[in-house]
T-cell receptor, first 116, second 115 residues
Framework: AQSVTQLGSHVSVSEGALVLLRCNYSSSVPPYLFWYVQYPNQGLQLLLKYTTGATLVKGINGFEAEFKKSETSFHLTKPSAHMSDAAEYFCAVRTSTNFGNEKLTFGTGTRLTIIP | SAVISQKPSRDICQRGTSLTIQCQVDSQVTMMFWYRQQPGQSLTLIATANQGSEATYESGFVIDKFPISRPNLTFSTLTVSNMSPEDSSIYLC????????????FGPGTRLTVL
C-alpha cells in the first residue's frame, strides 16, 4: 500500500532563509505525489504535483519539489521564506480505494513557522 | 479551479445529536470526497460520493454513522450521527474537477466540536 512520511512535524526558518520540508513515500507503482498547504482556519490548497515527466516541478508561491525515485523522496523547497508562508504543509500520494476509486493518502503534516 | 463552499463553517453540538454538513460546488463534478481531520492530525478519507450511486466508505467508517447524500453533480451532504466527543474534527469535502488530471480541490472545512 502506498503511504507518505513527513519528517518533522514542526519546522522553523528565518525570513529569507531556505525552506525545506521533507516527504518520503512508499509505493509499489509509479506514484503521483502532491503537496498541499493549509492556512489557519482554511481548507487545503494545491501547491504542486508530480505525475509523470520532469522530476522537478514548480508550484505556486515560489515553491518547488523534486521527485527522486532512488531516494523515494519528494521534498518541498523554497529559496527564500516569507512571513506569509507560515502554514501547515501536507504531502500526499494518490492511492486506490478498495472500490477501485482513486483517493489521496496524506502525511501527518509539517507546521512551518517563519521567524522575523 | 473550483469554488467549494461548506455549511456550517463551524458548530458546537451536544453528545447524541446529529449534524448534517453541506458541500456545494460551482461546477458539475463526478467525484466528491469527504475527509476528516482530527485535532492535530492529518486528513483521513471517510468516503467517496459518486452521483447516482451509493457512497463508498473507507475502512473504519460506516454508513450508519456517516450517511452521505449526492443528489446531483454539484451538491453533497455528510451527516455525523449520534455524535460523541471523539467526533470533534474538521470535516472537509473535496472534488476532482477533471478526471485524470489528478487534482483535488478542497472546501474550507466544517469545524465540529462535540460536548
Amino acid at each position: 500500500a502506498q503511504s507518505v512520511t513527513q519528517l518533522g512535524s514542526h519546522v522553523s526558518v528565518s525570513e529569507g532563509a531556505l525552506v525545506l520540508l521533507r516527504c518520503n513515500y512508499s509505493s509499489s507503482v509509479p506514484p503521483y505525489l502532491f503537496w498541499y498547504v493549509q492556512y489557519p482556519n482554511q481548507g487545503l490548497q494545491l501547491l504542486l504535483k508530480y505525475t509523470t515527466g520532469a522530476t522537478l516541478v514548480k508550484g505556486i508561491n515560489g515553491f518547488e519539489a523534486e521527485f527522486k525515485k532512488s531516494e523515494t523522496s519528494f521534498h518541498l523547497t523554497k529559496p527564500s521564506a516569507h512571513m506569509s508562508d507560515a502554514a501547515e504543509y501536507f504531502c500526499a500520494v494518490r492511492t486506490s480505494t478498495n472500490f477501485g476509486n482513486e483517493k489521496l493518502t496524506f502525511g501527518t503534516g509539517t507546521r512551518l513557522t517563519i521567524i522575523p | 479551479s473550483a469554488v467549494i463552499s461548506q455549511k456550517p463553517s463551524r458548530d458546537i453540538c451536544q453528545r447524541g445529536t446529529s449534524l448534517t454538513i453541506q458541500c456545494q460546488v460551482d461546477s458539475q463534478v463526478t467525484m466528491m470526497f469527504w475527509y476528516r481531520q482530527q485535532p492535530g492530525q492529518s486528513l483521513t478519507l471517510i468516503a467517496t460520493a459518486n452521483q447516482g450511486s451509493e457512497a463508498t466508505y473507507e475502512s473504519g467508517f460506516v454508513i450508519d454513522k456517516f450517511p452521505i447524500s449526492r443528489p446531483n453533480l454539484t451538491f453533497s451532504t455528510l451527516t455525523v450521527s449520534n455524535m460523541s466527543p471523539e467526533d470533534s474534527s474538521i470535516y472537509l469535502c473535496s472534488v476532482e474537477l477533471y478526471r485524470g488530471r489528478n487534482e483535488q480541490f478542497f472546501g474550507p472545512g466544517t469545524r465540529l466540536t462535540v460536548l
